[in-house]
C-alpha cells in the first residue's frame, strides 16, 4: 500500500518569496507522483506530475517539482510567489492503479 | 473538450435523511472514481469502477453508501441514512484504462445537520 506525507500543514509566505512544499512517500510498488492544486471552493486541478524520464518537471505557472528516489521525495517548490497562488496543495501518489493523497497543504500569500 | 461534471454543487440535510449525487465523466473515459474529501484532509477513494463493473469498493461503508454505474457512462452515488460524519466534499474523477491521470469535477459540497 502507498502513504503520503505532507510535512507542513499550513505555509505562509510573502508575495514574490520563494516556497518549498514538502512531499514523502511510501510504497513497496514503482508509482506515479502528482501534485494538485485546489483554489477556494474549487475542484482538484493537475498541476505537475511526475511519470517517468526527467526527476525535475515543471508547470506552467513557475511550479517545480523533483523526485527523488532515494529519499522518496516529491516537494513541491516556486522561486517567486504570487497573491494568486494562495490555495490549497495536494501530494499524490499512485501506485498499482491507486490514487493516494496527502492531508494537503495550505498556502497562504501575504502582501 | 467538456470536464467531469457533478450535481448538485450543493446539498444540506438533515440526518438520517437519503441524498444522491450525479457524475457524468469526459467522454470515452471507461475508469469513474468516488472519492469523500473531508475538511481539511486529503480525498479518500470510495470507490472505482471500469465501465459497469466495480474495480475497488473496499473504503465504501457499504451499510449507509452505495453507487452504481449502469450503462457505463453516468453514475450515481447515495447516502442512505446520512450521519453527521459523511459531510464532506463528494469529487468524482474519470480517466482512460490505466491511465495514471484523472481529471476531477468540481465536487458536491454536503452537510449534514
Known amino acids: 500500500a502507498q502513504s503520503v506525507t505532507q510535512l507542513d500543514s499550513q505555509v505562509p509566505v510573502f508575495e514574490e518569496a520563494p516556497v518549498e512544499l514538502r512531499c514523502n512517500y511510501s510504497s513497496s510498488v514503482s508509482v506515479y507522483l502528482f501534485w494538485y492544486v485546489q483554489y477556494p471552493n474549487q475542484g482538484l486541478q493537475l498541476l505537475l506530475k511526475y511519470l517517468s524520464g526527467s526527476t525535475l518537471v515543471e508547470s506552467i505557472n513557475g511550479f517545480e517539482a523533483e523526485f527523488n528516489k532515494s529519499q522518496t521525495s516529491f516537494h513541491l517548490r516556486k522561486p517567486s510567489v504570487h497573491i494568486s497562488d494562495t490555495a490549497e496543495y495536494f501530494c499524490a501518489v499512485m501506485g498499482a492503479q491507486k490514487l493516494v493523497f496527502g492531508q494537503g497543504t495550505r498556502l497562504t500569500i501575504n502582501p | ?113
Do not use: M
Not at chain 2, 45 to 69: H, T
Not at chain 2, 76 to 103: F, H, M, N, W
Open chain 2, 1 to 113: 473538450e467538456a470536464g467531469v461534471a457533478q450535481s448538485p454543487r450543493y446539498k444540506i440535510i438533515e440526518k438520517r435523511q437519503s441524498v444522491a449525487f450525479w457524475c457524468n465523466p469526459i467522454s470515452g473515459h471507461a475508469t469513474l472514481y468516488w472519492y469523500q474529501q473531508i475538511l481539511g484532509q486529503g480525498p479518500k477513494l470510495l470507490i472505482q469502477f471500469q465501465n459497469n463493473g466495480v474495480v475497488d469498493d473496499s473504503q465504501l461503508p457499504k451499510d449507509r453508501f452505495s453507487a452504481e454505474r449502469l450503462k457505463g457512462v453516468d453514475s450515481t452515488l447515495k447516502i442512505q441514512p446520512a450521519k453527521l460524519e459523511d459531510s464532506a466534499v463528494y469529487l468524482c474523477a474519470s480517466s482512460i484504462p490505466q491511465g495514471p491521470r484523472q481529471y476531477f469535477g468540481p465536487g458536491t459540497r454536503l452537510t449534514v445537520l
